[in-house]
């Protein structure tokens, strides 16, 4: 029965991986699709698109931690740290969209046309 059971889950997580969206069509499930201004943008370059996810994830490690050091701060009140942290918060959103600005592919570098 064990075996039965075993080989049951076995087989649910090979039809689960191999259910993935994108891979046999050689896309990469991974691809970074932003909105400017509601207006959908796709930067086809996998090099750019990888250094922005790159940028993206070091500016949330860096506000992580910020977050973090409020949270465990023992000498604020919660309200002075939830305002602190809604502060944060906002500042890395900011970052974020500079970020996404930054490699929109008809404002790449900030040039002018």
Do not use: C, W
């Not at 991986?17 to 932003?34: E, F, K, M, N, T």
Request: no cysteine.
């Amino acid at each position: 029965m064990k075996r039965v059971f075993t080989l049951l889950i076995a087989t649910g997580f090979l039809v689960a991986a191999d259910a993935q969206p994108g891979v046999r069509r050689g896309h990469s499930p991974v691809g970074v699709s932003v909105s400017v201004n509601s207006r959908p943008v796709v930067n086809n370059s996998f090099a750019a698109d990888r250094r922005m996810r790159e940028e993206i994830v070091r500016i949330n490690i860096k506000y992580d931690r910020k977050i973090q050091q409020v949270r465990s701060s023992l000498f604020r009140r919660p309200a002075v740290k939830a305002r602190k942290i809604h502060s944060l918060e906002g500042q890395r959103q900011r970052e974020i969209r500079n970020v996404q600005l930054k490699y929109n592919r008809y404002n790449y570098g900030n040039r002018r046309y």
